[in-house]
């Protein structure tokens, strides 16, 4: 993997934040844009913009074979059955939402549970929790001292009310991978749902819907170089097909009457309104640019720039790692004294980026004791001289404080 030349592709790389050129630390928040993908979204917006569906003029048939092909891609991509299985929606949050509204809240019932766990993103836990006000309960498996998640938990709170196990794929503080082929055994061996939060995992390995037998899969385009507001929610057809649409309005029906109305066909009853097309080409165009790459080799890379990262962190005074033992992609830490939000205050005056604040997970805060951390996370385009310079520039932090 050449690292230099697909920095090249970056435009965003070659700015300079204070006179320092950027390091960008933050990907697990939301990825750089190569050109590639930059271009396909002005081209489509020169060449092809018309509104998918609507109409059988040329821009129109043009924008909506685009949309339709970048579905097809996605089917591919994450080894999907068919284009009905693969719902375009905004981001992670929003596919989360769709499951709880559309199949929770009609499927789930007083008693009923579902099972989280304390690594979740607040994305796989809010949503979840409208559920409450019908009386199901929710549960959270624990994580153990070295940060992985506790299995033996998750199996002893398995029980006859477990309707869904939600679990996230890839811990976005920790960094830890979750067995998630075990757990989904362990879920449909027990006849409940299994849904997967691959918002930090499908930008960085090759994620199998039907190698995991996963029921429900989300993810978020703007985390694998595509646009934002362009994401992903897999379900498998035998379920969504008896799913009630939760967003109504236009395009997602067949027939309207004054009071009632009939659904469109999978996959576009869950795709209420105009769809985001250039984002889907972006999308399209970014999972193409990750496969000419070779996912495995992005997560290899990902692996020598953490293994990198810890060994050099490990050397700092006053840092204390809070990644799980099996982490990658990401180092979660705390400097004796200083506010997260100071560390990143402060990197920032040297063109460092770094995420700070409680990443979206308080409930895992928490339960790590802590108010809040600071992550640097990798991507295709991190090298080992940006984690150097990020390391040397905490020693700055570390004086601003001394004063
Ligand atoms: C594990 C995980 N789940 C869900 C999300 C939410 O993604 P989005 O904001 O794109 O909906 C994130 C974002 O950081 C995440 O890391």
Same mark, same amino acid.
């Given at each position: ?8 592709d970056f435009p ?8 320092? %050129?950027?390091?960008?630390l ?8 190569p ?8 081209n489509?917006? @020169? =060449? ?6 609507r109409?059988?003029y ?9 949309? @339709? ?24 949050? /929003? ?20 099972l ?10 809010? &949503?979840w929790?409208?559920l409450?006000k ?26 006859k009310?477990?309707?869904i ?13 979750? !067995? ?45 170089l595509? %646009?934002m507001?362009? #994401?992903?929610?897999y379900?498998?057809? @035998?379920? +969504?097909?008896?799913?009630? !649409?939760?967003m ?17 066909? +999978? &996959? ?6 105009? %769809?985001n097309? @250039?984002?889907a ?21 990902? /692996?020598?720039?953490?293994?990198h ?25 705390? +400097? ?17 980026a770094?995420r700070?604040?409680? =990443?979206?997970?308080? !409930?895992?805060?928490?339960?790590? #004791? ?5 992550r ?9 001289e ?12 570390k ?5």
């Amino acid at each position: 993997m050449n690292v230099e030349k697909i920095r090249e592709d970056f435009p965003i790389l070659k700015r300079k934040i204070n006179n320092h %050129p950027l390091v960008f630390l933050d990907s697990a928040s939301t990825s750089q844009k190569p050109v590639q993908v930059i271009n396909a979204i002005k081209n489509y917006y @020169e =060449m092809n913009n018309a509104n998918p569906h609507r109409s059988i003029y040329q821009l129109c048939d043009e924008a909506t074979q685009m949309y @339709e092909d970048a579905r097809k891609k996605v089917v591919k991509f994450i080894n999907a059955r068919n284009d009905e299985e693969i719902i375009f929606v905004r981001n992670t949050n /929003e596919a989360m939402n769709i499951i709880v509204q559309s199949y929770a809240m009609d499927n789930l019932k007083e008693g009923d549970e579902v099972l989280l766990t304390v690594m979740e993103h607040h994305a796989n836990i809010v &949503p979840w929790q409208m559920l409450q006000k019908k009386g199901v309960k929710i549960k959270f498996v624990d994580i153990k001292d070295d940060g992985t998640l506790d299995m033996d938990k998750l199996k002893d709170m398995m029980s006859k009310n477990t309707k869904i196990v939600s679990v996230t794929h890839k811990s976005n503080v920790l960094g830890s991978l979750n !067995p998630i082929n075990e757990i989904g055994k362990i879920s449909h061996d027990n006849g409940s749902l299994f849904v997967v939060d691959g918002a930090q995992s499908v930008p960085n390995m090759q994620v199998d819907v039907n190698n995991i037998n996963c029921d429900f899969l989300a993810f978020s385009g703007h985390k694998m170089l595509a %646009p934002m507001n362009i #994401g992903v929610l897999y379900g498998k057809k @035998e379920i +969504l097909e008896r799913m009630e !649409p939760f967003m109504r309005g236009s395009d997602m029906i067949k027939e309207v009457q004054l009071t009632e109305s009939t659904w469109n066909d +999978l &996959p576009w009853k869950f795709e209420a309104g105009t %769809p985001n097309v @250039e984002g889907a080409v972006g999308l399209s165009t970014a999972i193409d640019y990750l496969e000419k790459i070779g996912l495995d080799n992005v997560e290899k890379h990902e /692996e020598d720039l953490t293994k990198h990262a810890l060994e050099r962190l490990r050397d700092v005074e006053g840092v204390k790692i809070l990644s799980a033992k099996n982490g990658n992609g990401m180092v979660s830490f705390h +400097l004796s004294g200083v506010h997260s939000h100071d560390i990143a205050y402060i990197l920032n005056d040297s063109g460092i980026a770094i995420r700070s604040g409680h =990443m979206c997970a308080q !409930p895992l805060m928490r339960r790590l #004791g802590v108010q809040s951390v600071a992550r640097a996370s990798f991507y295709l385009y991190n090298t080992k001289e940006e984690i150097d310079k990020f390391v040397d520039s905490l020693e700055n932090v570390k004086k601003v404080f001394k004063k």
